[in-house]
């Protein structure tokens, strides 16, 4: 596995590298970053999700979903409470943002292309749960967290992402085993073929538009890093070895979990008219640092998975 994720993770790097001497070149800019981003958002990865689900009903899916829901739960409250612990309020204007950036994870962006890399369609099956429990944290304690406020009207943002309106469409068609004609299914296949490279294109204009010399010279970025991508995979590593969960949901939720720091970090900044020059900081430097992290974490998980 550990070999799997690090040579898969080296080609989602080559692609990035691509990116970004394609936005210093000029062949993009940041509007067609941000065309293409809604484009994975709202078009790509839903047609992943809504592929991987026309599979035959089986228990062992449906007992292995309902496992990848309560293992991201609990992943989701160790990462809050570790962010609690080791990022501290005190003398620090930037705690809502750095512990934001510790919980959620690029799970989407970068876990789709990776999980279904290395574990194939039932990976991504058991990502969804992961990143429907993201969404619905995401937009109320993650909210909260930067605003100092609950707001109700954020959870019907949360619950009504494209990420979780296609997973319970996904999972009504599978349960009522009702399958797309194979001639759009193969259509949709092809467009969720195109999920790793735009992904990736993404996470590459995001790191071209960030003064990297500024970033790795920033020390506060390591320490959060640490807590992002060692203290909470790591977390979610014990408890996992604990429960000794099925290998597929197990491996699903700790890579989920170690991905880099969430777009939705930077988004929701800018949403707030927050700090999101530093949200921006933390999410390429957490996501050059992932391919290293995450290998790390997998030959960890080598022993004890």
Excluded at 20 to 39: A, T, Y
Excluded at 147 to 158: A, N, V
Excluded at 202 to 222: E, M, P, W
Excluded at 291 to 304: D, G, M, Q
Aim: charged fraction near 10%.
């Amino acid at each position: 596995m550990f070999l799997l994720i690090f040579n898969q993770l080296l080609k989602m790097l080559f692609i990035m590298l691509l990116a970004v001497i394609c936005f210093k070149i000029g062949l993009i800019n940041q509007e067609g970053n941000r065309n293409l981003s809604n484009l994975l958002l709202m078009v790509i990865n839903p047609c992943v999700i809504l592929t991987v689900y026309q599979t035959d009903y089986e228990p062992r899916l449906v007992k292995g979903l309902l496992i990848s829901f309560a293992a991201a739960v609990i992943a989701h409250i160790l990462a809050i409470a570790i962010a609690r612990v080791l990022i501290r309020a005190k003398d620090n204007r930037n705690y809502a943002i750095e512990r934001f950036a510790a919980v959620y994870s690029n799970c989407g962006f970068i876990g789709i292309p990776l999980i279904n890399s290395v574990l194939g369609s039932e990976g991504v099956f058991y990502l969804t749960a992961y990143m429907t429990v993201f969404n619905i944290l995401a937009w109320t304690h993650g909210l909260t967290l930067l605003t100092k406020k609950f707001d109700p009207k954020c959870l019907k943002e949360g619950i009504l992402s494209p990420i979780v309106l296609a997973t319970l469409a996904a999972m009504a068609l599978f349960f009522a085993q009702i399958r797309i004609p194979d001639v759009l299914l193969d259509s949709m296949t092809y467009v969720a073929d195109m999920n790793t490279p735009v992904a990736m294109m993404i996470a590459g204009f995001s790191l071209a538009q960030t003064d990297l010399k500024k970033t790795f010279t920033h020390v506060r970025l390591y320490w959060v890093s640490f807590v992002k991508l060692l203290a909470v995979p790591f977390a979610v590593l014990i408890f996992l070895g604990f429960f000794h969960l099925d290998y597929t949901v197990a491996y699903t939720t700790l890579i989920a979990a170690a991905c880099p720091v969430s777009a939705t970090t930077t988004m929701m900044c800018i949403r707030l008219n927050d700090n999101y020059t530093y949200a921006s900081e933390i999410f390429s430097f957490t996501t050059v640092l992932s391919i290293v992290t995450i290998p790390l974490v997998a030959f960890a998980a080598s022993f004890v998975l």
